[in-house]
């Protein structure tokens, strides 16, 4: 079955600066990829998500880039904030087996002022 | 107006006793999930479910139960809560090969 690896476990970037997270995942017939944030104590919600025939999406200051022959994707915030602090998650579907998401264990995204 | 509701959204109970987590959606998914979340880490799935007559086991399932009771509730059940299951449990709903949403979380404490 699936299995997603997130890196880094926690991650530390000054304001401003730019922030990347990467999973890898071993189904190759997985399609679909999402990233969820979760602040504190909240729900995590979805930020932005890419399919396997794209291969890279932007939405303002979030990107996500995927590599289908190497099996890994990531996510890219710019220009960081001190909102942007939160636990990121990356998340693959199971393919043809039943498109259940395989979570990564998370990154905490920390932002420096 | 909320799409996944969960109730309580704050519980806390005795060792032994029997606890009723409810997530109810108005999302019109047919797949709904019960997970875990403890202090700093991941998501644990424990049930679930992709229709009213479908119903599966996660990967941390001992100690818990649910009930699909229509297509919009999927109910999770402590038989005997223990203090380790004090945790944050979140209900999700999703269409085949789409996103999740999540409900608020029930915080769960067991004394």
């Known amino acids: 079955g699936e299995n997603v690896e997130q890196h880094p476990s926690t991650l530390s970037v000054q304001e401003g600066d730019s922030a990347v997270i990467k999973c890898t995942y071993s189904?190759?017939?997985?399609?679909?990829f999402p990233w969820y944030k979760q602040e504190l104590g909240k729900r995590p919600q979805l930020i932005i998500d890419?399919?396997?025939n794209v291969g890279e999406k932007k939405d303002q200051r979030i990107a996500v880039t995927l590599n289908k022959t190497a099996k890994h994707f990531s996510l890219h915030i710019t220009e960081t904030q001190p909102e942007d602090s939160a636990v990121y998650f990356c998340?693959?579907?199971?393919?043809?087996?039943?498109?259940?998401?395989?979570w990564g264990a998370g990154t905490k995204l920390i932002i420096k002022p | 107006d909320a799409d996944v509701t969960q109730t309580p959204r704050n519980r806390i109970t005795k060792t032994g006793k029997r606890i009723m987590l409810e997530c109810s959606q108005t999302?019109?998914?047919?797949?709904m999930y019960w997970y875990r979340q403890d202090p700093g880490l991941g998501l644990q799935l424990i049930y679930y479910?992709?229709?009213?007559?479908?119903?599966n086991k996660g990967e941390i399932s001992d100690g818990y139960s649910v009930s699909r009771q229509a297509q919009a509730k999927f109910s999770l059940s402590l038989e005997s809560a223990i203090p380790n299951q004090t945790a944050l449990y979140f209900c999700?709903?999703?269409?085949?090969?789409?996103?999740?949403?999540f409900g608020s979380g029930t915080r769960l404490t067991v004394v």
């Open positions: 999700a709903t999703s269409a085949k090969g789409g996103g999740y949403t």
């Open positions: 999302k019109g998914h047919d797949r």
């Open positions: 479910s992709f229709d009213v007559k479908d119903i």
């Open positions: 189904d190759s017939a997985s399609n679909y």
């Open positions: 890419i399919r396997s």
């Open positions: 998340a693959a579907d199971g393919g043809y087996s039943n498109y259940q998401l395989i």
